[in-house]
């Protein structure tokens, strides 16, 4: 088993581009998750869903979206980057709500 | 305040030490607790959960008290590969409340 994966590893954005970042799971979990990392912070909730077809916003939304068509993925996407979204993207899935999670690899993303 | 609260270190120690580190937290109706390794540059892995009477794997010992709100995690025989970042969590029984503190650095030497 993969575990958690995500692509890409890196990216390089330009201010007012978009992308979307993608997570999948092969461990049939329910709960997947997309936090954020930055320096002196702890990792930040930016959504989460609790099951195929449903998102909710975490503490950090603004300037994200997510969806979850299909139980073993959850995309990220970012419609205009700014220079305040450049950090460490996690994703991590969970099999029930607890906090016990498996974070996927991360992706490095700056933007400039 | 911040709802969970670690000592950022870094902790120098000599292989085979013995090393703790305290982590607090603000919300009393916290359900549960753990911690979590991060290697540098790489993703937070479940070390161990952390149980009211305390528990003990290996080397690692974690403990819980509730009346002062706050968890340790204590290391004996400090290896080289223990060299890490350690993440105190604690969760408020919904998937919104996992609340991570900052980490605590651990550097182990020769």
């Known amino acids: 088993n993969a575990g958690v994966t995500q692509t890409p590893k890196f990216r390089v954005l330009k201010t007012g581009q978009s992308m979307t970042l993608l997570c999948a799971q092969d461990m049939n979990h329910e709960y997947m998750y997309w936090y954020r990392q930055d320096p002196g912070m702890g990792l930040r909730l930016i959504h989460y869903?609790?099951?195929?077809?449903?998102?909710a916003k975490g503490e950090v939304p603004d300037g994200y979206n997510v969806s979850r068509l299909k139980k073993q993925n959850f995309l990220l996407g970012l419609e205009s980057a700014a220079p305040s979204q450049t950090s460490v993207y996690f994703c991590?899935?969970?099999?029930?709500?607890?906090?016990?999670?498996?974070f996927g690899p991360g992706t490095r993303l700056t933007v400039l | 305040r911040k709802e969970v609260e670690q000592d950022p270190g870094p902790f120098n120690v000599p292989e085979g030490a013995t090393v703790a580190f305290n982590c607090t937290y603000s919300?009393?109706?916290?359900?549960?607790f753990f911690w979590y390794r991060q290697d540098c540059r790489k993703e937070p892995k479940l070390l161990m959960s952390v149980y009211s009477s305390g528990n003990e794997d290996g080397r690692f010992t974690a403990q819980l008290n509730r009346a002062s709100q706050y968890i340790s995690l204590l290391i004996r025989d400090s290896k080289l590969s223990d060299s890490a970042t350690y993440l105190c969590?604690?969760?408020?029984?919904?998937?919104?409340?996992?609340?991570f503190g900052t980490g605590t650095r651990l550097q182990v030497t020769l």
């Open positions: 869903s609790v099951g195929e077809g449903t998102t």
């Open positions: 969590v604690v969760y408020t029984g919904t998937a919104s409340k996992l609340t």
């Open positions: 919300n009393s109706a916290s359900q549960s």
């Open positions: 991590a899935s969970s099999r029930r709500e607890s906090g016990e999670q498996f």
